[in-house]
Nanobody, 118 residues
Framework: VQLQASGGGLVQAGGSLRLSCAAS????????MGWFRQTPGKEREFVAA??????YYADSVKGRFTISRDNAKNTVYLQMNSLKPEDTAVYYC??????????????WGQGTLVTVSS
């Protein structure tokens, strides 16, 4: 599985962005998908995940971010609203070879940079 993330950019605090992650392969619907983010000097952190078992969010983004997927387009999205400067990071999408979220991701895309100005 190859993953291609896009949609990052510069936005003012309070603004919105939608990230997309396009996946190769014909079995996309069988994969749990996740978004992570990382800032310099910090470990990569979980943001959100989606699978047949449901959707999951980090407390820091709950109520502001929404993860969704379009299996016909082999794409997972991360809608980010009410952005804060602390959301600034490189965002990565990941795929887990499991129909449910287990937290052990097998494939990673390249990151897309999100910068939120105050």
């Amino acid at each position: 599985v190859q993953l291609q993330a896009s949609g990052g950019g510069l936005v003012q605090a309070g603004g919105s962005l939608r990230l997309s992650c396009a996946a190769s392969g014909r079995t996309f619907s069988r994969y749990a998908m996740g978004w992570f983010r990382q800032t310099p000097g910090k470990e990569r952190e979980f943001v959100a995940a989606i699978s047949w078992s449901g959707t999951y969010y980090a407390d820091s983004v709950k109520g502001r971010f929404t993860i969704s997927r379009d299996n016909a387009k082999n794409t997972v999205y991360l809608q980010m609203n009410s952005l804060k400067p602390e959301d600034t990071a490189v965002y990565y999408c990941a795929a887990e070879a499991s129909p449910v979220v287990r937290g052990s991701y097998d494939y990673w895309g390249q990151g897309t940079l999100v910068t939120v100005s105050s």
